[in-house]
């Protein structure tokens, strides 16, 4: 997946990347990637929203059945030992921080009193089989939903005031730091198919589509009304094609659910573009089922 991230990060050349190792540094990294060594990288900080895409061990927090803490996850990490995050090694939040040259963000649940007070370099709220709507994820236990993700962050923001002179340098370190979002699966895989018949009455598919993009919305102003500017946007996955479906369904029911996915990519899209006309100063890039990150969101010209 890497290698395919690199291709249409760089324009594929048929070479064939190889994985950067764990410890990799910043400039060794960009070496491989061939950007040179004269970039200039202005991100201060890190924060992660999300699902289990990106989840880096807040569920081992929660009682929830939902949970990456045994083997064999993380197999690939030094100690060989699950780290939390649904994953045998690295997740795409943890390669955007090496880009970036910042460390792995943590879960924020596992920071204690004094941490959460002090290290606002990076943060990770993301938490498995939740999603954008409030009901998604109850099957497996509790959650962090996206409203309570934001919330999380709200009280990130201010626990950071103490640490700048003045409100301006703080609002200037927000402009500049990156918004890592990648969430709504559970909302399809889980969300929807669990429902009973009478509400999956009430509520049909282009209704549900367009409750989960709504609250996305509301979610993305909140942020923007706390202060952040750059958003990189992890669209819904070909969520007909999963395993999860494919269990549940068989095959007859892979076409349904990728229409929907299909148009709630699409209504995602279409709302976040009308947010970045309103706010003209927001930096926000969607993309949808891959492993991609826009340098561009990163350098300082």
């Given at each position: ?10 324009g ?44 880096s ?6 009682p929830?059945t939902?949970?990456a803490?045994y083997?064999?996850?993380?197999v ?11 994953s045998n ?6 390669f ?46 509790t ?5 309570k ?10 626990n ?17 730091s ?25 509520t ?16 993305i ?23 999860m479906?494919?269990?549940l ?5 892979a076409?349904p659910i990728?229409?929907?996915?299909v148009?709630?990519?699409v209504?995602?899209g ?5 947010l970045?006309c ?12 891959i ?8 350098i300082?010209?």
């Amino acid at each position: 997946m890497f290698s395919f991230f690199l291709d249409l990060l760089l324009g594929s050349n048929g070479d064939v990347f190889r994985i950067p190792p764990l410890n990799v540094n910043q400039i060794d990294l960009l070496k491989l990637l061939e950007l040179g060594d004269d970039i200039k990288f202005d991100v201060p900080a890190l924060y992660v929203f999300g699902d289990s895409t990106v989840d880096s061990g807040n569920n081992n927090f929660l009682p929830s059945t939902s949970k990456a803490n045994y083997p064999l996850f993380g197999v690939d990490f030094a100690d060989r030992k699950p780290t939390g995050r649904f994953s045998n090694g690295r997740i795409e939040a943890d390669f955007i921080a090496q880009v970036a040259g910042l460390p792995f963000p943590p879960p924020c649940l596992g920071l204690s009193k004094e941490e959460q007070k002090t290290l606002g370099t990076r943060v990770n709220y993301g938490s498995s089989a939740c999603g954008v709507l409030p009901d998604t994820g109850k099957l497996f236990g509790t959650c962090l939903t996206f409203d309570k993700q934001t919330g999380l962050f709200k009280t990130t923001v201010k626990n950071l005031q103490p640490l700048f002179d003045s409100p301006q340098k703080m609002v200037d370190y927000l402009s500049k730091s990156l918004f890592f979002i990648s969430t709504g699966n559970a909302d399809i895989s889980t969300g929807y198919d669990f429902l009973d018949n009478t509400t999956k009455q009430q509520t049909p598919f282009p209704k549900f589509v367009q409750a989960i993009s709504q609250k996305f919305s509301d979610n993305i102003k909140r942020l923007y009304d706390l202060g952040a500017r750059k958003l990189l946007v992890n669209s819904v996955g070909m969520m007909g094609c999963s395993p999860m479906t494919s269990l549940l369904h068989r095959i007859h029911m892979a076409l349904p659910i990728q229409e929907t996915v299909v148009a709630l990519q699409v209504k995602m899209g279409l709302d976040l573009a009308s947010l970045i006309c309103v706010h003209a100063i927001i930096e926000m890039i969607m993309f949808s089922s891959i492993l991609f990150m826009p340098v561009k969101l990163l350098i300082s010209y």
